[in-house]
């Protein structure tokens, strides 16, 4: 007999077996993940009889979202970690109490701070501006000289006495005054804007201490008195003030000398509105 001989299947045939071989697996897996799943749905739900049974699955599963139904992973309910949170927020809650009622607790040492008659401000002036390098430019001048202005003076801080004041509340609220800095110099000679000063209103009677060494060192009775707490600083010159013979075009400016800083103790002197007079020991 003639042997007729089947030929190999070609490598497109393989490709399409082997996609085949893979989808049958995937579907034969899905149907067992599905068949346990049901399985342990069944254990963990009371048994009952066959048609309430089903429709109760049915029902747990359209309750369940579809992330959850494609994972398999169900939320359990875990009496240990909920009580473990529990505890654990309860005593956040306590520290804050232990907190709260040690800062309500704490007494303050500083006696400056309990009256309204006392007080105490930290007073700084400011800065005065740099100075400017800089020369003369102009059609027709090739050696016009230097012409750098010199920086502004920083402010100063004043305490003035009001006679519509009768405390040193205000000042609590207020504890860091500051002046505001002096302008830099510029070129064509002109100098920088000098700093605001600032001035604080106080009653009269009042007593300035410096805080460290409790010297007096000043006082204020009368309505409309000034006394200069904290002076600031000079401005820097400009190359312009050191043309000399010699040196005919200086670079070199200064820089602006820092305002004066200092803490304050301040007290108020009230005048009694009444008084008692008579002997000592005398039962007043």
């Not at 190999?8 to 490709?15: A, E, G, I, Y």
């Not at 075009?249 to 009230?270: D, F, H, M, T, V």
């Amino acid at each position: 007999m003639y042997n007729m001989r089947i030929p190999p299947p070609s490598f497109s045939n393989r490709f399409a077996c082997s996609q085949q071989q893979q989808q049958r697996r995937r579907l034969i897996l899905l149907i067992s993940l599905s068949f346990v799943w049901t399985t342990s749905l069944g254990l963990l739900l009371p048994q009952q009889s066959g048609s309430t049974s089903r429709t109760t699955t049915t029902k747990l599963l359209a309750s369940i979202p579809q992330q959850q139904q494609d994972d398999g992973d169900l939320q359990v309910f875990d009496a240990d970690r909920q009580e473990a949170m529990e505890q654990q927020k309860k005593l956040l809650l306590k520290k804050q109490q232990k907190q709260t009622q040690q800062q309500q607790q704490r007494p303050k040492d500083d006696q400056e701070w309990k009256f309204f008659d006392t007080a105490r401000i930290h007073v700084s002036g400011g800065d005065g501006g740099n100075g400017c390098v800089s020369f003369r430019r102009e059609k027709g001048e090739p050696m016009g000289g230097p012409n750098g202005g010199s920086g502004g003076r920083g402010g100063n801080v004043y305490l003035v006495c009001d006679e519509g004041l009768n405390t040193l509340a205000p000042l609590r609220y207020r504890v860091h005054v500051r002046a505001t800095k002096g302008k830099n110099g510029l070129g064509k000679g002109k100098d920088g804007q000098k700093g605001n000063d600032v001035t604080i209103p106080v009653p009269p009677g009042t007593v300035i201490r410096e805080l460290r060494t409790q010297k007096l060192a000043g006082e204020l009775k009368e309505p409309g008195e000034t006394f200069l707490v904290a002076r600031g600083g000079r401005g820097g010159r400009g190359n312009a003030a050191f043309m000399t013979q010699r040196n005919t075009a200086p670079k070199i400016a200064e820089r602006g000398e820092p305002g004066a800083k200092s803490w304050l103790a301040i007290e108020l002197r009230l005048v009694a509105d009444v008084g008692f007079l008579g002997k000592p020991n005398a039962g007043k």
